[in-house]
Antibody, heavy 120, light 109 residues
Framework: EMQLVESGGGLVRPGGSLRLSCTVS????????MNWVRQAPGKGLEWISY????????FYADSVKGRFTISRDNAENSLYLQMNSLRAEDTAIYYC?????????????WGQGSLVTVSS | EMVMTQSPATLSVSPGERATLSCRAS??????LAWYQQKPGQGPRLLIY???TRATGIPARFSGSGSGTEFTLTISSLQSEDFAVYYC???????????FGQGTRLEMK
């Protein structure tokens, strides 16, 4: 069974940092692009970052560009999101999602999410 | 800017009836459209991709149609487990990589 499990969320003060992890199982991570998507409380889905399967191509939404960094370790079956200079508006559930075969495809496997709360 | 607009925001339908959800793109996206279902406390689940292809394991009562800027998700006979929030998403329309609609909440009438 294909699974994505996020971890690393929690409460952080404005201006602080946090690193999210996404551990995958049931498929070969190196074969797929991966993404982070977030959902503010009671709101809709917002794509925030993409990484290609050999990590050569990275993209970010304008809302997180320059503050967040996506990375992956295929040998460890893990995806990461380093979040710096956090703001109250970054409070959300963060999901990792697998892109289907090819570049910039729809998301066919999702995790359950990890809650990040930015508050003083 | 690419904007995906879903309507209605909330749809009230009785079990066994048909539900029709709409999604409009601000620019033509061909067939690069996906639909997702999200239930409380869960991550989204892929239902439809390529505007009309059901994902693995998705029941035949779910169908998608449309191309260009107008898209529809139809659930032919609502089951209790279908009441959830539904999102459309455009993908791979450079330079707009991914954009979600704001969602339609499907509630039991």
């Amino acid at each position: 069974e294909m699974q994505l499990v996020e971890s690393g969320g929690g409460l952080v003060r404005p201006g602080g940092s946090l690193r999210l992890s996404c551990t995958v199982s049931g498929f070969t991570l190196s074969s797929y692009s991966m993404n982070w998507v977030r959902q503010a409380p009671g709101k809709g889905l917002e794509w925030i970052s993409y990484i290609s399967s050999p990590s050569t191509t990275l993209f970010y939404a304008d809302s997180v560009k320059g503050r967040f960094t996506i990375s992956r370790d295929n040998a460890e079956n893990s995806l990461y999101l380093q979040m710096n200079s956090l703001r109250a508006e970054d409070t959300a559930i963060y999901y990792c999602a697998r892109g289907n075969w090819g570049s910039f495809q729809y998301f066919d496997v999702w995790g359950q999410g990890s809650l990040v709360t930015v508050s003083s | 800017e690419m904007v995906m607009t879903q309507s209605p925001a909330t749809l009230s339908v009785s079990p066994g009836e048909r539900a029709t959800l709409s999604c409009r793109a601000s620019q033509s996206i061909g067939s690069n459209l996906a639909w997702y279902q999200q239930k409380p406390g869960q991550g989204p689940r892929l239902l439809i991709y390529g505007a009309s292809t059901r994902a693995t394991g998705i029941p035949a009562r779910f169908s998608g149609s449309g191309s260009g800027t107008e898209f529809t998700l139809t659930i032919s006979s609502l089951q209790s487990e279908d009441f959830a929030v539904y999102y459309c998403q455009q993908y791979n329309n450079w330079p707009y990589l991914y954009t979600f609609g704001q969602g339609t909440r499907l509630e039991m009438k």
